[in-house]
């Protein structure tokens, strides 16, 4: 008696993930480092430096743009080990 074979199954197609969008994690670095900021000028003003807005300002501001620059840096790391280009073309290919 010959053998007989399971029928096979058809793979799925392979689920595409959609990228990250680039904006969201910029803005989610921006809101993270002011919060960060926020809770820094507050831990200053319970030690008993008195800064006022200014020095909110001041903390948030800056903090938000190093949360910013942290979390271009990740996510251009994040597209590079998924093949993308993150660099510019500054000079057009030649073409022979």
């Given at each position: 008696?010959?053998?007989?074979?399971?029928?096979?199954?058809?793979?799925?197609?392979?689920?595409?993930?959609?990228?990250?969008n680039r904006v969201a994690i910029i803005l989610?670095?921006?809101?993270?480092?002011?919060?960060?900021?926020?809770?820094?000028?507050?831990?200053?003003?319970?030690?008993?430096?008195?800064?006022?807005?200014?020095?909110?300002?001041?903390?948030?501001?800056?903090?938000?743009?190093?949360?910013?620059?942290?979390?271009?840096?990740?996510?251009?790391v994040g597209a590079s080990r998924r093949g993308?280009?993150?660099?510019?073309?500054?000079?057009?290919?030649?073409?022979?």
């Amino acid at each position: 008696m010959a053998p007989t074979q399971k029928p096979r199954k058809t793979a799925a197609p392979p689920v595409v993930a959609k990228p990250p969008n680039r904006v969201a994690i910029i803005l989610t670095g921006i809101v993270l480092g002011a919060v960060w900021g926020t809770v820094m000028w507050g831990i200053f003003e319970l030690a008993g430096q008195d800064s006022g807005l200014r020095g909110w300002a001041y903390l948030t501001i800056t903090i938000a743009m190093l949360g910013a620059g942290v979390a271009a840096f990740f996510g251009a790391v994040g597209a590079s080990r998924r093949g993308e280009r993150v660099t510019p073309r500054l000079f057009g290919r030649r073409r022979r």
